[in-house]
């Protein structure tokens, strides 16, 4: 019986160390070698093993965007470099998201400080980080922070909870050709809006005279979330963010 006893607290003590091994290790630390075989855009690439990263903690200018040709040139001065990669998991339609470096060089957070990219579902840990570099960009005007003539027209109110946007027109703009987002890759054209001041709701409905349907569902996130209007050359009329 003692031999039994003897030979279960052992295997105890050794389920114990082993169990705090895996819980106190950090998987999200592990890095591996890397290149670059093709640039999608300003932050998804595809390895030379045929793998598509999804660059973590930010959301680059789509095809058609202000900002789009620079980021993604930024990302093909990567192209055929030995790179390191860290992966954090897997996203949407089944590409990797990771963390991408050059020796120590961090591209994922470069991109928010050259003004190429902006934060997007930001790990806790690197909030700091990339809010700091987003407000670098954001004060020198950087890339997708270039300020339109009409910035500072107009007041915007988010109701995160019942999912609308109120906004305020302080100077008479034309809002044909602008468009509104939130952090997301989703816009919506103003091009429908002739009242100074109209409701935009994430839902869907049908429009009215200053009441506007999105028809996306949830857009706001109840924790946190930004928006971003841009008139019809791309330029920053309006940013906030709210959470961070």
């Known amino acids: 019986m003692e031999k039994r006893h003897a030979f279960l607290i052992a295997l105890l003590i050794t389920l114990l160390v082993a169990g705090n091994y895996l819980f106190f290790y950090d998987f999200s630390s592990d890095r591996e070698t890397v290149v670059i075989g093709r640039v999608i855009d300003g932050d998804t690439v595809e390895l030379e093993d045929g793998r598509k990263i999804r660059l973590l903690n930010v959301n680059a200018p789509e095809r058609g965007e202000f900002g789009?040709?620079?980021?993604?040139?930024?990302?093909?001065d990567f192209e055929n470099k030995t790179?390191?990669?860290?992966?954090?998991?897997?996203?949407?339609?089944?590409?990797?998201?990771?963390?991408?470096?050059?020796?120590?060089?961090?591209?994922?957070?470069?991109?928010v400080k050259n003004g190429l990219a902006h934060p997007y579902i930001v790990s806790d840990r690197?909030?700091?980080?990339?809010?700091?570099?987003?407000?670098?960009?954001?004060?020198?005007?950087?890339?997708?922070?270039?300020?339109?003539?009409?910035?500072?027209?107009?007041?915007?109110?988010?109701?995160?909870?019942?999912?609308?946007v109120v906004i305020e027109d302080k100077c008479g703009v034309d809002f044909d050709g602008w468009k509104l987002k939130d952090e997301s890759t989703r816009s919506y054209k103003l091009d429908k809006v002739n009242?100074?001041?109209?409701?935009?709701?994430?839902?869907?409905?049908?429009?009215?005279k200053d009441e506007f349907y999105w028809g996306r569902g949830n857009a706001w996130n109840?924790?946190?979330?930004?928006?971003?209007?841009?008139?019809?050359?791309?330029k920053l009329v309006y940013y906030d963010s709210y959470g961070y």
């Open 83 to 111: 790179l390191e990669l860290e992966i954090s998991g897997v996203g949407r339609y089944g590409r990797i998201l990771g963390r991408l470096y050059y020796d120590e060089y961090y591209i994922n957070l470069n991109l």
């Open 126 to 164: 690197e909030v700091k980080d990339f809010k700091k570099a987003e407000k670098e960009a954001r004060e020198n005007e950087k890339g997708i922070w270039g300020k339109s003539e009409h910035y500072g027209c107009l007041n915007v109110e988010i109701n995160k909870y019942d999912e609308y």
């Open 68 to 76: 789009y040709d620079s980021a993604t040139e930024f990302i093909k």
């Open 195 to 208: 009242s100074r001041r109209f409701v935009l709701y994430s839902e869907k409905g049908i429009d009215g």
């Open 222 to 234: 109840d924790d946190k979330d930004s928006i971003f209007v841009r008139d019809e050359k791309g």
